[in-house]
């Protein structure tokens, strides 16, 4: 791709950001994003709430404040009542809202299948964004929500998860990243990113490759949905998990002795997954307790960033 000489567009396409970041004045700049989902579950509201959950997401990876919405809608009008679009577009707008944003408008395609998601415009300070380069060495890790609704939503089609994992997964991909990244903004956070569809080690490649790191991740401290494991113990898999294992074999190497099966997790897609912080590593206690004080319960340490070294990722 051509490189952008404008020197206003802090934040292009060069590192895979989770967002672009264009300067405006010296005290703001804009935050803009693009994502849209097909339906993990059946019900409208949820849905909407899922999509804009997971668009919202990455202006909260940036340290932004999302402002203006627009809706990106694919929709099979001849199939679906118009009922269902409306729902959809009511649990957005109850996101939307909680994020403290608005909807501004949208657009609406025909399509075979559902599509939802949002074009989404926030603000951050030109000079205290995040990007997902920039962890140091000596940085601590922390994830802020557990994973596995990729095995789970897969599974949950042949009726093997319970209705409490499902719908404790269902609460934690609707909850917006709004105070993980309020509490964060208070410390020195030196990378972020937030864990979707190229799951955790895909997501924390991007952060190793472009920060010119290595990243050292302890099995036993990520936290994973409930029965997530069980249901890859049990054969069950994605339809992505083989290209998110392509994409990052050659840079990855597993310690711990885990099984193959176990491995899956960390290539789970997600959707609405929560941040992956890099923060000074002095800061890590007192913002892991101020995140857990925020009712972010689930948020762990998982590691700790070395210098490049090998493989960019260790699973240990």
């Keep these: 791709m051509p490189k ?28 803009v994003t693009a994502d849209f989902i097909t339906p993990p579950v059946d019900d409208p509201f949820l849905f909407g709430q899922i999509g804009a959950a997971n668009s919202l997401s990455d202006v909260y990876a940036m340290g932004g404040r999302p ?41 609406t395609t025909d399509d075979e299948e559902p599509k939802f998601g949002l ?30 609704s990729g095995v789970l939503f897969n599974a949950n089609l042949k ?20 105070v993980a990244c309020e509490v964060a903004l208070d410390f020195d956070i030196h990378a972020a990113t937030d864990i979707t569809g190229f799951g955790l080690a895909g997501h924390g490649l991007e952060m190793a490759e472009g920060s010119g790191v290595s990243l050292t991740v302890k099995v036993s401290d990520v936290p994973t949905m409930d029965e997530a494991l069980e249901m890859y113990k049990k054969g069950m898999t994605t339809g992505v998990n083989s290209e998110n294992r392509r994409l990052v074999q050659d840079h990855l190497a597993f310690e711990s002795g885990i099984p193959t099966w176990h491995e899956e997790i960390f290539i789970d897609p997600q959707t609405s997954g929560g941040l992956l912080l890099a923060v000074a590593g002095d800061q890590a206690d007192a913002l892991l307790a101020r995140l857990q004080g925020a009712g972010i319960d689930a948020a762990s340490i998982i590691g700790k960033v070395t210098p490049k070294d090998g493989a960019s990722i260790r699973f240990v």
């Design 4 to 31: 952008v000489s404008d020197p206003n567009l802090l934040v292009g396409f060069e590192t895979s950001d989770d967002a672009g970041i264009y300067k405006l004045n010296d005290e703001q700049a804009i935050v």
């Design 67 to 107: 402002v203006t919405c627009l809706n990106l809608v694919g929709f099979p009008s001849k199939a679906l009542g118009d009922e269902i679009l409306h729902g959809i577009v009511e649990g957005a707008l109850s996101k939307i809202t909680e994020a403290g944003a608005v909807l501004a408008g949208g657009h």
């Design 119 to 148: 074009s989404v415009t926030g603000i951050v300070h030109p000079e205290r964004y995040w990007k997902n380069a920039g962890a140091q060495p000596g940085d601590v890790l922390i994830l802020t929500k557990p994973i596995g």
């Design 159 to 178: 009726g093997w998860v319970s209705d409490e994992a499902l719908a404790a997964c269902l609460d934690t991909i609707t909850t917006l990243n709004k």
